[in-house]
Antibody, heavy 119, light 105 residues
Framework: QVQLVESGGGVVQPGRSLRLSCVGT????????LHWVRQAPGKGLEWVAV????????YYGDSAKGRFTISRDNSKNTLYLQMNSLRTADTAVYYC????????????WGQGTLVTVAS | DIQMTQSPSSVSASVGDRVTITCRAS??????LAWYQQKPGKAPELLIY???SLQTGVPSRFSGSGSGTDFTLTISSLQPEDFATYYC???????FGPGTKVDIK
């Protein structure tokens, strides 16, 4: 059974950094692209970033470019999102999701971790 | 960037009703479109990919159609567990539509 479990969320002040983690089990972790998707409270879904199965290619949404870094450690079955220079607008539940058909879609999701950026 | 719109933004329906949700892309995306269902407090779940392919385990009352810029998600006979918010997503730059909330009439 595919399982993705995020951690690392919490309350952080504007301008500070936070690193999220996502551990995947129940599938061959190192053969799938992985995404981060976020959802602000009461709002819709926003794609954040994707990383190829081997970590070779990475792509970011406009809100993440220059501030967030996606990475992975396939030996630990873990995906990361390093978030720097956080803004109040980054407040959201952050989901990791497994890619289907390469990068295209999200076929399994974690339960999400809440990041609150507030002073 | 490709923008996605959905209509209606919300729909009230009864168990057994046929429900249709429309998604439109700002430029042609072939059939590179997915549909997700999200219930309150839960992660989204993939229902349909490549516009019309049913994800494994998803009931056959869900179907998708369309290509180019116009797409449709149809629930043939609404069940109590189907009351949720539905999002379309294009796979070029991963943009989601704003969502359609299906609630009880």
């Amino acid at each position: 059974q595919v399982q993705l479990v995020e951690s690392g969320g919490g309350v952080v002040q504007p301008g500070r950094s936070l690193r999220l983690s996502c551990v995947g089990t129940g599938f061959i972790f190192g053969t799938y692209a992985l995404h981060w998707v976020r959802q602000a409270p009461g709002k819709g879904l926003e794609w954040v970033a994707v990383i190829a199965y081997d970590g070779d290619k990475k792509y970011y949404g406009d809100s993440a470019k220059g501030r967030f870094t996606i990475s992975r450690d396939n030996s630990k079955n873990t995906l990361y999102l390093q978030m720097n220079s956080l803004r109040t607008a980054d407040t959201a539940v952050y989901y990791c999701a497994r890619g289907r058909n390469g990068y295209k879609y999200f076929d399994s999701w974690g339960q999400g971790t809440l990041v609150t950026v507030a002073s | 960037d490709i923008q996605m719109t959905q209509s209606p933004s919300s729909v009230s329906a009864s168990v057994g009703d046929r429900v249709t949700i429309t998604c439109r892309a700002s430029q042609a995306i072939s059939t590179w479109l997915a549909w997700y269902q999200q219930k309150p407090g839960k992660a989204p779940e993939l229902l349909i990919y490549d516009a019309s392919s049913l994800q494994t385990g998803v009931p056959s009352r869900f179907s998708g159609s369309g290509s180019g810029t116009d797409f449709t998600l149809t629930i043939s006979s609404l069940q109590p567990e189907d009351f949720a918010t539905y999002y379309c997503q294009q796979s070029n730059s991963f943009t989601f539509g704003p969502g359609t909330k299906v609630d009880i009439k």
